[in-house]
């Protein structure tokens, strides 16, 4: 048995999107089952996102800090955004994520891995990219609004971000992922066997 996601899509006898928003919507499919049984489903759909992992020189990870209203807290987290433009290049969006968020630039891109964040209700993929070679932005800094306006910068060496992690200290899916990600992969084949920054996401199909 190959151990590999694969695509798959079962019968659809109904769809409906009750709600509509500026970013997302929900929408409901009654969807056959395997058993010939029909199973209403109500998921979230969602444009899709990108998120870096800057590694600066001194092997800390650029970290960004903000309120999250749906849970209440304040989290850190990597430098992330939605892909607001159906087919955008996702390496075009991560650089513009970095630039926006810390004002840096980076120069070798790496994916670091793909995920569905909560595939049991909603369709999000991110690619979440690792950046290296990190310097300050050129030109002024990107204006700042909602939650970015009390925004907190930090560079956390990445041992104690592995630390927290493991502690329950630090939630955000794309940290976590990422922060062990890069572990895994040091530990594995090394950075450099990454794949590439234009590498083909299915989940998200883009022209180079």
């Not at 870096?52 to 990597?78: G, M, S």
Request: with cysteine.
């Amino acid at each position: 048995m190959t151990i590999k996601d694969t695509p798959e899509e079962w019968e659809i006898r109904a769809t409906d999107t009750p709600f509509v928003g500026n970013k997302t919507s929900v929408r409901t499919d009654d969807v056959v089952m395997p058993d010939g049984s029909v199973a209403r489903r109500d998921y979230q759909v969602h444009p899709g996102s990108v998120a870096v992992l800057a590694l600066d020189e001194e092997d800390r990870v650029l970290l960004i800090n903000q309120y999250r209203h749906p849970v209440r807290q304040k989290l850190w987290e990597i430098p992330a955004g939605l892909l607001d433009v159906p087919g955008e290049n996702p390496l075009h969006a991560a650089q513009r994520e970095l630039y926006e968020e810390a004002h840096v630039k980076a120069e070798d891109w790496r994916v670091l891995t793909d995920v569905y964040t909560t595939p049991g209700g909603c369709d999000e993929a991110v690619r979440i990219f690792l950046a290296r070679g990190l310097s300050e932005a050129e030109g002024e800094r990107f204006a700042a609004e909602h939650e970015e306006t009390d925004m907190q910068h930090a560079r956390v060496p990445v041992e104690e971000l592995v630390r927290r992690v493991l502690a329950g200290d630090l939630h955000n899916n794309c940290l976590v992922v990422g922060v062990l990600s890069l572990v895994a992969a040091r530990g594995g084949d090394g950075l450099d066997a990454l794949r590439p920054a234009d590498a083909p996401w299915p989940a998200r199909p883009f022209e180079s």
